[in-house]
């Protein structure tokens, strides 16, 4: 039986975050409103203006979620039918959906074992004569080894598109994820570090060429009204997004610290037993998701959800084992590390709003079941 006075602790409580910003958000929403303009207008200018700055790069384009983010950077550098595009298959499906979508082949190359990124060391023998990128998913918030990968990707005159979905305001030695590569993918879903009140999306480059052609795509090719130079999608920023996300934008820095905070708090106090995610000089930690690895992951989701207490499985399978990749004829084996990270990861609540009772709560729930289960 649950002795949690909590009722029920969710892995990431957006209905307490909403109660620290209302007043600021209702007032935002309400001058949209009043504008009269929903799509296209000053907010979401402000807000690419904003988010590029705070990234460190040139350019934001905003776009209507991660997922069109990934695909239109894929269409911008002229990739479809014939090319490879290599990636992550510890990710979510999306990194490799769109490679798909827009006619090239997923490669998919094993992780790291202590960040769960792509190991650099695996790349270069996945390149092909066809290897026209590679898409790096900074997951969790922790940045990929990009020193690494974009070597590897200057020797092969190879693009570089950093899904930053999860991971906005992680560094790499001092640089923002998302302006490192040549293209950064933001998503603004409602549960990600900075989040929308429905579905949001943000890219970012240093290259103004690129700047110009997605600014295009997003908007059906067309740059003038009614004249369109080449196929694109809708996939438009609406105002109102836009203008919350510029409230939420604000208190970033703030919710990241809290997130780190909870993070630090989990680390010195969860037992040793575990895996926890390794602290790292040059590769700060923004934590989208605190994740741990153990054994009897299925037993202890089934201790916290006895004692009201969330945890989620990010991810359960690998791409390479998706129904849907079928087709690319990969099996059971061919990424070792990320097949058995899928078996043992677990990962926790982390709010930013999460009390230090609440901390302690899940701390001792999990320690007490490692002390019975170990
Ligand atoms: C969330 C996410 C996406 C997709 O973003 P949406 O806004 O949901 O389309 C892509 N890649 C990663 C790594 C993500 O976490």
Not at 64 to 88: C, E, H, R, W, Y
Not at 115 to 125: A, G, L, Q, R, V
Not at 158 to 184: F, K, N, P, W
């Amino acid at each position: 039986m649950s002795n949690n006075t909590f009722n029920q602790i969710p892995m990431v409580d957006l209905k307490e975050e909403l109660t620290l910003i209302r007043t600021p958000i209702l007032e935002m929403v309400t001058e949209v409103l009043n504008s009269g303009e929903y799509i296209l207008g000053e907010k979401g200018e402000k807000l690419e203006k904003l988010v590029a700055e705070y990234v460190e790069a040139s350019y934001g384009i905003g776009v209507a979620n991660g997922t069109d983010a990934l695909q239109l950077s894929l269409m911008a550098l002229d990739i479809g039918p014939g090319d490879d595009v290599i990636t992550t298959p510890f990710t979510f499906f999306a990194t490799g959906e769109t490679i798909a979508q827009v006619g090239a082949q997923p490669i998919f190359v094993d992780i790291e074992e202590a960040n769960y990124n792509m190991d650099p060391s695996k790349i270069e023998e996945a390149i092909t004569q066809n290897t026209k990128a590679i898409i790096i998913v900074h997951l969790n918030g922790k940045s990929a080894n990009m020193k690494e990968i974009m070597a590897i990707a200057n020797k092969y005159n190879l693009r570089v598109i950093e899904d930053a979905c999860q991971a906005i305001g992680t560094e790499y030695d001092g640089s923002r994820v998302g302006a490192i590569g040549d293209i950064g993918c933001f998503s603004f879903f409602p549960s990600k570090n900075l989040g929308a009140f429905g579905d949001a999306g943000l890219v970012t480059t240093n290259h103004k060429a690129l700047y110009e052609k997605i600014s295009q795509l997003r908007n059906h090719g067309s740059e003038k009204k009614y004249q369109h130079s080449s196929i694109g999608m809708n996939s438009r920023l609406d105002e109102l997004q836009a203008a919350i996300l510029l409230v939420k934008l604000y208190y970033l820095d703030i919710f990241l610290h809290k997130r780190k905070e909870v993070a630090r708090r989990y680390t010195e106090k969860l037992n040793n037993l575990l895996k926890k995610p390794p602290i790292s000089e040059n590769r700060e930690h923004t934590f989208h998701q605190y994740c741990i690895e153990l054994d009897k992951r299925d037993e202890l989701v089934s201790e916290l959800k006895n004692n009201g207490i969330a945890s989620a499985i990010y991810y359960p399978i690998p791409l390479h084992l998706q129904q849907a990749f079928h087709y690319l004829h990969y099996k059971k084996g061919d990424f070792p590390i990320a097949e058995k990270t899928a078996e043992k990861i677990l990962a926790l609540p982390i709010s930013p709003t999460l009390s230090f009772q609440k901390q302690d709560y899940i701390i001792s729930t999990v320690n007490k079941f490692l002390e019975n289960n170990g």
